[in-house]
């Protein structure tokens, strides 16, 4: 008798020769290297350093496309949006101590955000191992702990045969549902000795499925069928589970109105007639929701931003399908189905009975126009003339990314991303500098469309080195600076607080001469130009840089009336 267990994939003669004759001159650094192509990696990002210089040595004898950045933060979020784009795992090669550190705010994002990044950092020598103080560069007593706070896992390698497994458990971790960051460490000395060991040539880390259990989604369907007034809200985890499609069919079954989150933007088409947009950041799109007698929430943790800063209190049902355990309930009581939202709408659409009603897209018109007569009451035309002619230079199907900064505040609730995956933003974690580096990183990942990024002028400080970087590679990035002469959002609270704003006006460079310094084209625009300014810049090849002089003013928040 034969059993599945008993089953050994033999290796053929080729193979056989060819593990017991591994070419001459590899190193630790070459399993790491080979076992990325293995696990199906094509480009890694990432910053050279001492004790990672293994690591680089075997690149330029693998395959694998390097896209180096200037800061390891930056490279971060770089691997973070190539992860978002792709859906694949992004690996970021790091060096020890004060690299690795400078990673963690991208690695928070990415963690926030839900970004498949496969952090390798390189480590101290073994020996240093184990929290004594020997006097090693870059020492720290433990530095995987500065991490575990914030990746989904750590792996700490020791021994070169412990390289390819590591990083394949780390892969699979990375893109198990939720997608996050990992972090793998290995010493110095691992990554430089010469390695006796075979060429890695096979590698299986497939990542196990998320399916919802079937009695949950049975009494999903059951409440969905018989509510009187549903309504949908749609996060990130639809995109991230390419599941739009589903959850349109859902949506149009049910005639259900859906929202989408600033994280989900493009999950549900912004034109369509149950389409409430955006505007989670609005009492009246509150007050919907709130008045849906059975709430189905898809991929989001109806944290801060999703909830007008936890001012939203259902009174309805709540159905919650949530790929993240943590998330599920944390912040409203509900039918937790913890779940890829792809197979979870799937087995919704598979049980729910359609429902007749000739009220809601009348309900959702009627809620999108009040929205409208409270901004127009505001007089925020040239806020919303300057997203407009954002969104009109843009071409269709090109992704954009969005700092930290005033126009993207506008941008979550009111820019049509038009397709899934399109529009993506730092709202995750909230640090500054994500725009530029993010859209870099996109470029990476597919060449052949222009992108774009948004930031202010502080913003903007952050990431300036990498305008080096976008020449250097030839990446189609135009990036879009607001110049307010400061932090302008902080500038508004500070005003709003306390009658006048501290520590919120910059000095800064002339961002037009900066480019161009790097070799990059740059432009001044107005608000009356920026259209076919920013047009004509996404059209041309390669980096570009399109700055903006304006004063631009929030939306009066409702959650504190």
Not at 123 to 138: C, V
Not at 510 to 536: C, H, I, M, N, W
Request: net charge negative.
């Amino acid at each position: 008798m034969t059993h599945d267990h008993d089953l050994v994939l033999r290796p053929t003669q080729a193979q056989t020769a060819a593990a017991l004759n591994p070419p001459a001159g590899r190193n630790g650094g070459d399993l790491v290297v080979e076992t990325l192509s293995g696990l199906g990696a094509t480009t890694v990002f990432g910053l050279p350093g001492q004790h990672a210089l293994g690591m680089f040595d075997a690149l330029r004898r693998s395959s694998l496309r390097y896209v180096g950045l200037r800061v390891e933060n930056n490279a971060g979020f770089a691997a973070d949006a190539y992860g978002r784009i792709t859906g694949e795992a992004a690996p970021l090669l790091l060096s020890t101590g004060p690299g690795a550190l400078t990673s963690l705010a991208a690695l928070q994002e990415a963690a926030s955000a839900s970004a498949p990044v496969l952090a390798i950092s390189s480590q101290i020598p073994t020996a240093g191992l184990g929290g004594g103080r020997h006097g090693y560069l870059h020492e720290l007593p433990d530095q995987s702990a500065s991490f575990r706070g914030v990746v989904k896992s750590v792996h700490t390698v020791r021994t070169q045969s412990q390289i390819p497994s590591a990083l394949a458990a780390a892969w699979e971790s990375a893109l198990s549902a939720p997608h996050g960051p990992v972090w793998v460490e290995i010493p110095q000395d691992v990554l430089l000795a010469p390695t006796p060991l075979p060429v890695v040539t096979a590698m299986d880390a497939t990542p196990e499925e998320l399916p919802p259990r079937p009695e949950l989604t049975a009494v999903a369907a059951d409440l969905l069928s018989r509510a009187a007034r549903p309504a949908i809200i749609a996060g990130g985890g639809v995109v991230r589970a390419d599941a739009a499609g589903k959850l349109r069919q859902l949506a149009e079954k049910l005639n259900a109105p859906v929202v989408t989150t600033f994280g989900g933007k493009g999950a549900f088409p912004w034109q369509h007639p149950l389409s409430l947009q955006s505007w989670l950041e609005d009492r009246h799109t509150t007050d919907f929701l709130e008045d849906a007698d059975v709430l189905l929430v898809v991929g989001s943790g109806l944290g801060e931003l999703s909830s007008n800063y936890y001012t939203f209190k259902p009174r309805g049902r709540v159905v919650q399908i949530e790929a993240d355990l943590g998330k599920l309930e944390a912040n409203h009581p509900a039918l937790g189905i913890h779940a890829d939202a792809r197979l979870a709408l799937q087995a919704l659409l598979e049980t729910v009975s359609p429902r007749e009603d000739d009220t809601a897209a009348g309900r959702v018109r009627e809620l999108l126009a009040r929205v409208s007569e409270r901004i127009a009451a505001q007089e925020l035309t040239l806020e919303q003339d300057v997203l407009a002619s954002v969104r009109r230079a843009l071409p269709a199907g090109s992704p954009s990314f969005w700092d930290m900064t005033i126009l993207a505040y506008w941008a979550w609730s009111a820019f049509d991303a038009q397709a899934p995956n399109l529009m993506h933003s730092a709202q995750g974690a909230g640090g500054l500098g994500y725009g530029f580096p993010a859209a870099l990183g996109a470029a990476a990942a597919d060449p052949t469309r222009p992108v774009l990024a948004v930031s202010g002028d502080g913003g903007a400080l952050y990431s300036i080195a990498e305008l080096a970087t976008a020449r250097q590679h030839g990446l189609p990035v135009t990036w879009l600076i607001v110049d307010d002469g400061g932090y302008g959002i902080l500038r508004e609270y500070m005003t709003d607080a306390f009658g006048e704003p501290t520590a919120t006006e910059l000095s800064r460079p002339d961002y037009v001469a900066l480019a161009e310094s790097f070799g990059v084209p740059g432009v001044r625009t107005t608000p009356q130009t920026l259209e076919t300014d920013l047009a004509k810049a996404l059209a041309e090849p390669g980096p570009s840089v399109v700055v903006l002089p304006a004063l631009l003013r929030m939306f009066a928040p409702t959650h504190l009336d």
